[in-house]
């Protein structure tokens, strides 16, 4: 830090030279993001709400109540109005919150959880937190779970079992109801991690697309991850987690004697109002059409995606499910292609089961940037 400081105008200049050198959303040339631009109304108001803390809520208790109506939205959407919850940063610090109330509910000495291999990083951050025993269970042909695998693993010590609702690689929709029937048969936690899944198949369920049954309406599941700043266009971060009743916030509670609640459960202590301001104005102004209109538009440009992938040569790893197309050039590696068209100015990203390109098809993506895509992807082949 210097003695004397730079004047205001100097600093923005600066800054700008650093904010250059970022790729940005509105390019069209981030493929492999699972965020996306958030809406200009949810910009606006997440700056006007900078300065609330929901870690102390007795003094924001406006914000508070926001807070407490997008759980309620939110719980609507995924089949719980009275579902219980936060706003919080994202999917990773949701199913940290998830693991935790499973574990100190079930109050095993040797605490397993049970895990797609398919599922995200943030459950091996929740095992090495927490201490917990992770076990992952094999997928099928299709790259989903596969039940008689994870039926196979439950132990006297599972505490809670996981199923994707949106995979990060392939965007698959794991068998939730089956998982719901053996975690009420066992007594065991289910979490769903719809962080990618759940701001979508609500909707495309609604336009008439068959997806299968994910959240709250069926009767095993214990807790939700939905990410408001993934399809829900919400500024980053905001994150959400919902459990179908208070008893599993309950559960994690601490006391904390000198704010102005004397209860707290969630992960972090001191944490922005605006992510809980900025997503209420979003869901109250796009509606459920605004929605539905988005996820059918994502899924428009999805499918011509994988139309045009197929007329060049290229081969799809699966048909696509959500907005997320796998796919492996004819004879180059996964980790070739990606370096030729980051040479190129696309952001693709690999995945690793299986290994092929993974192109998110997010809002910021218009069918304009996928014909330029395309035409890059023929001068490969």
Not at 89 to 99: D, I, P, Q, V, W
Not at 100 to 106: D, G, K, P, Q
Not at 201 to 208: E, Q, S, T
Not at 259 to 274: C, D, M, N, P, Y
């Amino acid at each position: 830090m210097d003695e004397k400081g730079l004047p205001e105008e100097r600093v923005l200049e600066l800054l700008e030279e650093f904010r250059s050198r970022d790729m940005t959303y509105t390019s069209g040339r981030i493929l492999g993001s699972m965020c996306t631009s958030s809406h200009p109304l949810a910009r606006r108001v997440y700056c006007d709400f900078l300065e609330s803390n929901l870690g102390d809520p007795g003094l924001f208790r406006g914000t508070r109540d926001l807070e407490s109506r997008v759980i309620g939205m939110l719980g609507e959407l995924l089949s719980e109005p009275a579902a219980a919850g936060h706003i919080i940063t994202g999917g990773t610090e949701a199913n940290l919150m998830a693991m935790r109330a499973a574990r100190n509910m079930a109050g095993a000495d040797k605490p397993e959880i049970i895990v797609p291999k398919s599922a995200h990083f943030s459950f091996r951050k929740a095992s090495d937190i927490m201490g917990l025993e992770l076990r992952e269970a094999e997928l099928d042909r299709d790259y989903r779970v596969d039940v008689g695998s994870v039926r196979e693993m439950i132990s006297d010590n599972t505490v809670a079992i996981v199923g994707v609702a949106g995979t990060t690689e392939l965007g698959r929709i794991d068998p939730i109801a089956e998982l719901s029937d053996i975690c009420i048969e066992e007594g065991i936690h289910l979490h769903v991690d719809a962080a990618f899944g759940g701001f979508i198949i609500p909707f495309l369920r609604d336009a008439g697309f068959e997806l299968p049954e994910f959240d709250f309406k069926l009767p095993g599941v214990s807790s939700i991850t939905i990410d408001p700043h993934k399809m829900g266009l919400a500024p980053i971060p905001s994150g959400c987690i919902l459990f179908r009743d208070e008893t599993y916030l309950d559960a994690m509670s601490i006391e904390t004697p000198y704010l102005t609640e004397k209860q707290q459960s969630t992960i972090v202590g001191t944490r922005t109002g605006a992510s809980a301001a900025a997503t209420w104005a979003v869901l109250r102004h796009m509606g459920r059409s605004g929605y539905r209109e988005l996820a059918l538009r994502v899924m428009e440009v999805t499918s011509r995606l994988n139309e045009g992938l197929r007329d060049l040569g290229y081969e799809p790893v699966i048909e696509p499910e959500l907005n997320i197309v796998a796919f492996n050039h004819p004879s180059m590696s996964p980790e070739k292609l990606a370096s030729r068209l980051e040479e190129m100015g696309w952001a693709v990203s690999v995945s690793a089961c299986p290994p092929a390109i993974r192109v998110v098809v997010m809002p910021h993506i218009k069918a304009e940037h996928i014909e330029l895509f395309l035409e890059d992807l023929k001068t490969l082949i």
